[in-house]
């Protein structure tokens, strides 16, 4: 896996665990209103959904560094199928974001 293509992939790999610490720790924050577009008095209700997304999300990141410390690491083919399985879960979960609530 050529080092162009890595980067995108750590990018990928930031991406879902900054988002998952925002889902899971600070969802309630008045600042992420515009993100998460939860009101206030809907947190109690959607608490376990987003720490369980976040975590979801933090997990998947973190596949992502597996897949590239497997690359680094001379298991390219093993690596490489991690990062592009979990590539093309952000594709298709994309997708049909944009398609169910293209608001966000």
């Not at 896996?1 to 925002?22: D, K, R």
């Not at 720790?25 to 008095?41: A, G, K, N, V």
């Not at 933090?58 to 497997?70: F, P, R, T, W």
């Not at 390219?76 to 879960?89: D, E, F, N, P, Q």
């Amino acid at each position: 896996m050529n080092p162009v293509a890595q980067v995108p992939a750590a990018l990928e790999a930031l991406t879902p665990i900054a988002v998952g610490m925002l889902e899971s720790f600070f969802f309630r924050s008045p600042e992420l209103h515009p993100i998460f577009l939860i009101d206030p008095d809907e947190y109690d209700a959607v608490a376990l959904w987003t720490r369980n997304l976040g975590v979801y999300n933090m997990l998947m990141g973190l596949a992502v560094v597996v897949g590239l410390v497997l690359v680094h690491r001379a298991q390219v083919a093993a690596g490489r199928a991690i990062i592009l399985t979990i590539s093309g879960m952000h594709d298709a979960l994309g997708i049909s974001l944009v398609v169910t609530a293209p608001e966000l």
